[in-house]
């Protein structure tokens, strides 16, 4: 593999001007203008230890990133290849597309080249099943397991050298965020992440956030469990925050209205112990940078942490607004009708998320005859339903709140005309994910009702009072799906509406035609941020 990189040809067919143009280049910004000299300086430090989490992740998905790069002069063929940490098409499901390569080890750089699962049972070291070692073949044939603190021993002194520098000069004003940086950098250098992780949980009011380490296990596709390195440098959006809390404390009173009869809604809701935050990403490095990007984190995936203590989910607002501009808007001006651009709005956008998250705390976990729960009964159609649910409730939550004056901006009209041009959007590639199929439910629930009406030219209009009324039916409809526990209904329902139809799918695919790109890439950095 590595002998065929002098020529450094993109395969044939392959259009590397053409497929760099299907991303759009967003600058990821905030106002930095209030940050005091320390925090400036702090956040470049932070930056520093997030580069070196990037060159971690190159070396866990390719390899030797310099060794590729080498015979790479600056033009489309090197940006995409940055771009996808590796020459393998991320959103074309990894094809390779630079002569020579051949197809990305399902392993990546976690196992040895050629690596099967034979093999890998023979290993007799049962550190070979941990989320941080990586396993090598040594001189003799022999398969050796190594911790990624020895692994990366020098990349992670240096990393965890920045993050306590960081620490050092916001502990003034960020004392608890001054701590979990130690936590963490003592965590990073010993292979275990219980202690930082329980310890961010925990943490409130900080206003900046690092997010690092070895995290997501999805680069590794041969056997699901080593971790990739990545890193989210953040700052808190207090305005925001600030606003979810309020609709927290209101869930107990949505629940009682809930349109379905009491014994559905019998269950007491409030603070699950999972947490939402809103913040604004300073940069991001490795995993979560390849490809298509992030714009919501929900941690620790521990799940015993996840048990006692629970998660938190990050929304990034900026990169949400970066998607919103470059995707959502531009297909609402394809796919909905003209009168009604209007109510696309990213405050909608970003709200219908916001409330979508809170409204999976509404309704029952368990059956409502209390024998078992919900996720139990409905086994692998539990999540479609579930996110169905919480769009569903979610759009219920913002009528009942824009009636009572808790919510005030906007219109009706903005959050469900918006709500369905980002179906559009989460369901331009397929809906095959559990999100993917929810949305479908949703939207031929409102297709099927008189809700959205599709126009002859191919564009879909909302009937705001018909809408009213097909959320009331269908949140009802789900809630008794789910606190009767009855996985034949919720099979049918997927069966029958889980689907894209033939006349979405036509629609859908002027889409592809028309130049919307596919995701946002960053240019990103101190410069950037106006911070050097
Ligand atoms: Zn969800």
Redesign the pocket.
């Known amino acids: 593999m590595i002998g065929s990189i002098a020529a450094q040809q993109p395969v044939q067919g392959f259009d590397a001007a053409a497929a760099m143009a299907r991303y759009k280049k967003v600058a990821l910004q905030v106002n930095t203008s209030a940050f005091s000299e320390k925090e400036k300086q702090a956040v470049r430090l932070l930056i520093g230890a997030a580069q070196i989490a990037d060159s971690l992740f190159w070396k866990q998905a390719w390899g030797d990133k310099n060794e590729l790069l080498r015979a790479m002069p600056a033009g489309p063929l090197r940006d995409f290849t940055l771009l996808n940490y590796g020459p393998w098409d991320r959103l074309n499901n990894d094809a390779p597309f630079i002569q020579g390569i051949g197809t990305k080890p399902e392993g990546a750089r976690f196992y040895p080249p050629a690596f099967t699962k034979a093999e890998f049972d023979r290993v007799a070291d049962s550190s070979k099943f941990s989320a941080y070692s990586i396993l090598n073949r040594d001189a003799f044939g022999q398969t050796t397991v190594q911790p990624y603190s020895a692994a990366y021993t020098g990349e992670l002194r240096l990393m965890t050298q920045q993050m306590r520098m960081a620490a050092g000069l916001l502990r003034p004003t960020d004392p608890l965020f001054s701590d979990y940086l130690e936590l963490r950098a003592n965590d990073l250098l010993r292979d275990n992440y219980d202690i930082s992780d329980r310890f961010w949980l925990e943490m409130r009011d900080n206003k900046f956030d690092l997010i690092i380490g070895p995290i997501e296990n999805y680069e590794d596709k041969f056997l699901g469990i080593k971790t990739a390195f990545e890193a989210y440098v953040m700052v808190r959006d207090n305005e925001w925050s600030q606003r979810l809390e309020k609709y927290i404390g209101l869930l107990p009173w949505l629940q009682e209205n809930l349109p379905v009869a009491p014994a559905y809604k019998q269950e007491k809701v409030g603070n699950s112990g999972s947490q939402l935050a809103v913040f604004d990403a300073l940069y991001y490095a490795g995993d979560c940078n390849a490809g298509s990007k992030t714009i919501a984190v929900n941690l620790p995936n521990d799940e015993t942490i996840q048990k006692e203590i629970g998660t938190r989910r990050t929304q990034i607002k900026n990169v949400m607004r970066a998607k919103f501009d470059n995707m959502v808007q531009p297909i609402s001006e394809l796919l909905i009708d003209p009168k009604q651009r209007v109510n696309i709005t990213f405050n909608a956008f970003f709200n219908n998320v916001m409330f979508?998250?809170v409204a999976?705390g509404l309704g029952v976990k368990n059956t409502i005859d209390g024998k078992r729960t919900v996720r139990e009964s409905l086994g692998a159609k539990y999540s479609a339903i579930e996110?169905c649910k919480?769009d569903v409730l979610g759009l219920y939550m913002v009528t009942r709140l824009l009636e009572r004056g808790e919510l005030t901006e906007g219109t009706l009209a903005d959050y469900y005309v918006t709500f369905v041009a980002s179906v559009f959007r989460s369901v331009r590639f397929g809906a095959s994910s559990a999100h993917g199929k929810a949305n479908m439910i949703t939207f031929n629930f409102l297709l099927n009702s008189g809700a959205v009406k599709r126009n002859k030219k191919g564009t879909y209009r909302v009937n705001i009072n018909a809408m009213k009324k097909a959320i009331n039916d269908l949140a009802g409809l789900l809630l008794k799906v789910q606190g009767d526990g009855s996985e034949a209904r919720a099979a049918e329902l997927l069966a029958k509406d889980g689907i894209i139809g033939t006349i979405l799918a036509q629609d859908l695919a002027r889409l592809e035609s028309s130049g919307i790109p596919v995701d946002i890439y960053f240019e990103q950095g101190i410069h950037t941020l106006g911070i050097q």
């Open positions: 979508h998250e999976h996110e919480a």
